[in-house]
């Protein structure tokens, strides 16, 4: 059985029944109607669908962080959530991730969250604001994998270092942090929340 045809088994929630919901509102009404609401921000809500979690996009900026999303998970990236389906935007499925706090973190990656923020943010801000190289900071991003692939991932999709530190960001994949929420890059920020 694929994916799509055992998410469709989730009665009476159906991807094509959703596929044909033509508005936002219709969507997210939809889902509100059949499936138990985990999670709602201010463009998407996420939805329990089974083993899996649905984020379906509530507007335009949660259609963009959406893709974005899908674009991540599908380069394989390690230490971010496992993509079941995309919906082009209007939604994506993915393997639906146990909670985690701040010391099973810190377990799990062996950085506290607080000098994740310092590494993070040195590499958003080298090239923009012409940082002076720091060798300690470079060394740790160039030798830690967990901490160079989050600095890979806002080098190459210029991804906000605020969701990245939030714990409510993350999440466990058979005892692995996995980055949950990461949809929202600079550009995406600046168009729809910097007012």
């Known amino acids: 059985m694929n994916v799509y045809e055992y998410i469709n088994k989730i009665s009476p929630f159906s991807l ?7 508005s936002y509102p219709g969507r997210i009404h939809y889902c509100k109607s059949r499936l138990e609401t985990l999670a709602h921000g201010s463009a998407r ?3 329990v669908l089974g083993e899996n979690v649905i984020k379906v996009a509530k507007n335009e900026k949660g259609f963009e962080q959406n893709l974005i999303e899908s674009i991540i998970s599908e380069s394989n ?8 389906k995309s919906g082009n935007g209007i939604y994506n499925v993915f393997k639906k991730a146990s909670m985690i706090d701040l010391p099973m973190f810190e377990q799990f990656t062996n950085i ?10 040195y590499e958003k801000d080298k090239k923009k604001y012409n940082i002076k190289h720091d ?6 991003i160039n030798e830690n994998e967990f901490v160079g692939t989050l600095c890979g991932l806002i080098r190459e999709y210029d991804l906000s270092v605020g969701d990245l530190i939030r ?14 929420d990461f949809g929202l890059t600079s550009t995406i920020y600046k168009k729809y929340y910097k007012g």
């Open 16 to 22: 094509a029944e959703l596929e044909t919901k033509t």
């Open 45 to 47: 809500v996420v939805f």
């Open 77 to 84: 990236t390690h230490n971010v959530a496992t993509l079941v």
């Open 112 to 121: 506290k969250m607080c000098d994740l923020h310092t590494y993070l943010k």
């Open 135 to 140: 060798y300690y900071k470079e060394k740790i």
């Open 167 to 180: 714990i409510s960001s993350w999440g466990i994949y058979e005892n692995e942090a996995v980055l949950i």
